[in-house]
């Protein structure tokens, strides 16, 4: 065993070097790759979605090719702390970003292209926190 004083110093890291993280919820260290710990939570293939459906909850991103007025989209509870972006990409009517649990609406609507909704899932339901162009009703 050394104090963090006595170790060697690291000039350049590697994705597949480890960090030690001290886990105070379960009172024990444990380790994760550099690569996660700076793992940026946009980041990958958003979920294309064409006319209505459901956005999925395991992409950040969910871009939506609208088919006609009122397309509706699903929206499913996620989990705590969750953030969802849902942004109107092609326009062929309007998009209605409806989710399960909405605080101060029943749903989103999306009219034009690059029209945007950014979700946070808080306290049992969705936030919107951000967003451009959007009307919640």
């Given at each position: 065993?050394?104090?963090?004083?006595?170790?060697?110093?690291?000039?350049?890291?590697?994705?597949?070097?480890?960090?030690?993280?001290?886990?105070t919820?379960?009172?024990?260290?444990?380790?994760?790759?550099?690569?996660?710990?700076?793992?940026?939570?946009?980041?990958?293939?958003?979920?294309?979605?064409?006319?209505?459906?459901?956005?999925?909850?395991?992409?950040?991103?969910?871009?939506?090719?609208?088919?006609?007025?009122?397309?509706?989209?699903?929206?499913?509870?996620?989990v705590?702390?969750?953030?969802?972006?849902?942004?109107?990409?092609?326009?062929?009517?309007?998009?209605?970003?409806?989710?399960?649990?909405?605080?101060?609406?029943?749903?989103?609507?999306?009219?034009?292209?690059?029209?945007?909704?950014?979700?946070l899932?808080?306290?049992?339901?969705?936030?919107?926190?951000?967003?451009?162009?959007?009307?919640?009703?």
């Amino acid at each position: 065993d050394k104090r963090m004083s006595d170790l060697n110093a690291l000039t350049v890291t590697a994705s597949t070097d480890t960090a030690l993280i001290s886990d105070t919820s379960a009172s024990e260290t444990k380790k994760i790759t550099l690569a996660n710990f700076f793992k940026t939570p946009y980041v990958g293939t958003p979920q294309a979605l064409s006319g209505a459906g459901a956005a999925n909850l395991t992409t950040s991103v969910t871009n939506c090719t609208s088919t006609g007025a009122a397309q509706v989209v699903t929206l499913a509870d996620g989990v705590q702390g969750q953030v969802k972006i849902v942004s109107h990409i092609v326009d062929g009517g309007s998009v209605r970003v409806t989710p399960t649990n909405l605080d101060g609406g029943t749903y989103v609507t999306l009219d034009a292209v690059g029209d945007t909704v950014v979700f946070l899932f808080n306290d049992s339901a969705w936030q919107i926190i951000g967003g451009y162009g959007h009307a919640v009703t």
